[in-house]
């Protein structure tokens, strides 16, 4: 199968596939962790963060959400159309991101594996999906009121005062989020 994805940037919710966006994020993401969509639109028409949908052939595959803090491209939000995944399409959305950012690292989170989990096979199959694309485990965790996450990077070592500065960017979905390094049990103070 050859993909050949167009990509389309979002600004505000006049262009048309911001509706297919809208609906994808609202059924990948539990309510807990959205922030409202508007918001995701205003940050998307500053120059600290960016919207992006994915088409093939014409038909929508999924959307990208990144944030940029200091050297980093956070990957916030990314979603692929349930019923196309595992066809390569993420892949090459994260192949599409890597050339947009060519000087930044790519970063983002995802739940902790564990076996105890309710969705502790969906969850290392993110994992492995990450990893298979190049990104390792930067050995911090972050924990907010929406549960722990570890940070994932496509370039090596975490710059915490650059990252954080996602924090500013989008206090919304940020406020009482903090980063542990491994092993440790206080937060690390930045």
């Known amino acids: 199968m050859h993909i050949n994805l167009k990509t389309t940037r979002i600004v505000n919710e006049k262009r048309p596939e911001a509706k297919l966006v809208k609906a994808l994020y609202e059924r990948s993401f539990p309510k807990i962790e959205r922030v409202a969509f508007s918001l995701v639109l205003k940050c998307a028409g500053t120059d600290r963060a960016e919207l992006f949908s994915y088409?093939?052939?014409?038909?929508?595959?999924?959307?990208?959400?990144?944030?940029?803090?200091?050297?980093?491209?956070?990957?916030?939000?990314?979603?692929?159309?349930?019923?196309?995944?595992?066809?390569?399409y993420g892949s090459a959305m994260l192949k599409k991101l890597r050339r947009r950012y060519p000087d930044r690292a790519l970063v983002l989170d995802i739940e902790p594996m564990s076996e105890s989990a309710p969705n502790?096979?969906?969850?290392?199959?993110?994992?492995?999906?990450?990893?298979?694309?190049?990104?390792?485990?930067?050995?911090?965790?972050?924990?907010?009121?929406?549960?722990?996450?570890?940070?994932?990077?496509?370039?090596?070592?975490?710059?915490?005062?650059?990252?954080?500065?996602?924090?500013?960017?989008?206090?919304?979905?940020?406020?009482g989020t903090q980063i542990f390094r491994d092993g440790e049990k206080e937060a690390v103070r930045l």
């Open 55 to 88: 088409s093939d052939g014409g038909e929508f595959v999924g959307f990208a959400f990144v944030l940029l803090p200091g050297n980093y491209a956070y990957l916030l939000f990314c979603a692929t159309k349930p019923e196309l995944r595992s066809r390569g």
């Open 120 to 175: 502790s096979e969906q969850r290392l199959r993110r994992y492995m999906f990450y990893k298979n694309n190049g990104f390792i485990d930067t050995g911090y965790e972050m924990r907010d009121v929406t549960g722990e996450y570890r940070i994932l990077s496509d370039g090596g070592d975490l710059d915490l005062s650059a990252f954080v500065e996602s924090y500013d960017i989008l206090p919304e979905i940020f406020e």
